[in-house]
């Protein structure tokens, strides 16, 4: 006599042990009850473009819905950033190329652009915090992020003028600096000269992995660098198929005293990201760049993809993979749909 056959649930039931897991994501209320990442507008740096002038915003080509904005108009950002519970905004300044010369000497300007800036964000909206950005790629001629002697972007030249920006940018009420240079030593160098000018609150994020990239088009041509470039970045930003350098490259940060470190760019490199969360501990961000950014809005204007859940859905990833929060040009976005 032939034996019955067990059922197909029967089957089931034996290989899951009755664990049925599809039970807790059958509803909306269960998903949301168990889930294990949340996204909220307190995870959310916003990076914003300033410009000279006044009037309308000025569209950046290659990154849709993004703007360069008078200062004016960053002091309404930043209160709209106020409004959405998004903590801090990120400064970026397209510096005008007949200030820009080899030395980038610019950023050392106590009334450039960024700098004053930041003193009328401090004054109108003084409960968002601002961050800049310490390297001299906006104000050079040549696009690099550091002194240029013939071929070569030189180390220690290129650290004592990013010494002076950063301390320049403290006075202008700046409560961030962000060292995005990658030069040897320059937290430690900008740590001391902040302190030594009495600026021992203002706190360092370090770009501490931040590889040379084909991300960054869009936003050398936000910054006006992209066309002036000579070269590439290889010297000194990071090689892009290597992790355990970046562990060293955090682990020095954070002896030199910096308090937060960044990954840049961000999805490509979760895998570093979360390695030096599980590394180090310590408060770790990551930037989802301006061609990140690019190519999601590029497919969005297609109609390859729905905007708002892939957007949703890559920073949830960042979240997942440990970052305490990100640099993201859809902040403002995002920050609405949470707020529901």
Same mark, same amino acid.
């Given at each position: 006599?032939?034996?019955?056959?067990?059922?197909?649930?029967?089957?089931?039931?034996?290989?899951?042990?009755?664990?049925?897991?599809?039970?807790?994501?059958?509803? @909306?209320?269960?998903?949301?009850?168990?889930?294990?990442?949340?996204?909220?507008?307190?995870?959310?740096?916003?990076?914003?473009?300033?410009?000279?002038?006044?009037?309308?915003?000025?569209?950046?080509?290659?990154?849709? /819905?993004?703007?360069?904005?008078?200062?004016? @108009?960053?002091?309404?950002?930043?209160?709209?950033?106020?409004?959405?519970? *998004?903590?801090?905004?990120?400064?970026?300044?397209?510096?005008?190329?007949?200030?820009?010369?080899?030395? /980038?000497?610019?950023?050392?300007?106590?009334?450039?652009?960024?700098?004053?800036?930041?003193?009328? *964000?401090?004054?109108?909206? %003084?409960?968002?915090? *601002?961050?800049?950005?310490?390297?001299?790629? %906006?104000?050079?001629?040549?696009?690099?992020?550091?002194?240029?002697?013939?071929? =070569?972007?030189?180390?220690?030249?290129?650290?004592?003028?990013?010494?002076?920006?950063?301390?320049?940018?403290?006075?202008?009420?700046?409560?961030?600096?962000?060292?995005?240079?990658?030069?040897?030593?320059?937290?430690?160098?900008? =740590? /001391?000269?902040?302190?030594?000018?009495?600026?021992?609150?203002?706190?360092?994020? +370090?770009?501490?992995?931040?590889?040379?990239?084909?991300?960054?088009?869009?936003?050398?041509?936000?910054?006006?660098?992209?066309?002036?470039?000579?070269?590439?970045?290889?010297?000194?930003?990071?090689?892009?198929?290597?992790?355990?350098?970046?562990?060293?490259?955090?682990?020095?940060?954070?002896?030199?005293?910096? @308090?937060?470190?960044?990954?840049?760019?961000?999805?490509?490199?979760? @895998?570093?990201?979360? =390695?030096?969360?599980?590394?180090?501990?310590?408060?770790?961000?990551?930037?989802?760049?301006?061609?990140?950014?690019?190519?999601?809005?590029?497919?969005?204007?297609?109609?390859?993809?729905?905007?708002?859940?892939?957007?949703?859905?890559?920073?949830? +990833?960042?979240?997942?993979?440990?970052?305490?929060?990100?640099?993201?040009?859809?902040? %403002?976005?995002?920050?609405?749909?949470?707020?529901?």
């Amino acid at each position: 006599m032939t034996a019955e056959r067990p059922s197909i649930t029967d089957r089931i039931d034996t290989a899951t042990g009755g664990m049925r897991l599809r039970r807790l994501r059958q509803a @909306d209320w269960s998903r949301r009850l168990v889930r294990e990442t949340q996204l909220s507008a307190a995870d959310l740096i916003w990076p914003i473009f300033v410009r000279e002038g006044s009037g309308e915003p000025h569209p950046v080509a290659s990154m849709p /819905g993004v703007a360069r904005l008078s200062v004016e @108009d960053c002091v309404e950002a930043a209160r709209r950033a106020r409004d959405l519970a *998004i903590p801090v905004i990120a400064l970026f300044p397209y510096t005008d190329p007949s200030l820009r010369d080899e030395t /980038g000497s610019e950023a050392l300007n106590p009334e450039n652009l960024v700098c004053r800036a930041t003193r009328a *964000i401090k004054a109108a909206v %003084p409960e968002v915090g *601002i961050m800049c950005d310490v390297a001299l790629d %906006p104000y050079t001629s040549h696009g690099h992020d550091g002194v240029m002697v013939g071929e =070569r972007i030189v180390n220690d030249e290129s650290v004592e003028l990013l010494c002076r920006q950063a301390v320049v940018q403290a006075e202008a009420g700046c409560d961030v600096i962000g060292p995005s240079d990658m030069m040897d030593g320059r937290v430690a160098c900008i =740590r /001391g000269a902040l302190d030594d000018a009495g600026c021992r609150d203002t706190m360092i994020m +370090a770009y501490s992995a931040k590889y040379a990239s084909a991300f960054y088009g869009p936003f050398r041509d936000a910054v006006g660098s992209g066309g002036m470039l000579k070269g590439d970045k290889r010297t000194y930003q990071m090689d892009y198929a290597n992790s355990d350098e970046a562990v060293r490259e955090a682990a020095q940060d954070l002896a030199e005293g910096a @308090d937060m470190i960044m990954v840049k760019p961000g999805l490509p490199y979760l @895998d570093v990201l979360s =390695r030096l969360v599980r590394e180090f501990g310590v408060p770790t961000f990551a930037y989802q760049t301006s061609g990140e950014y690019a190519m999601m809005m590029a497919a969005v204007g297609n109609g390859w993809l729905d905007g708002d859940k892939a957007m949703v859905e890559t920073l949830t +990833a960042y979240k997942r993979a440990g970052a305490s929060g990100i640099l993201t040009y859809f902040s %403002p976005r995002v920050a609405e749909m949470l707020r529901g």
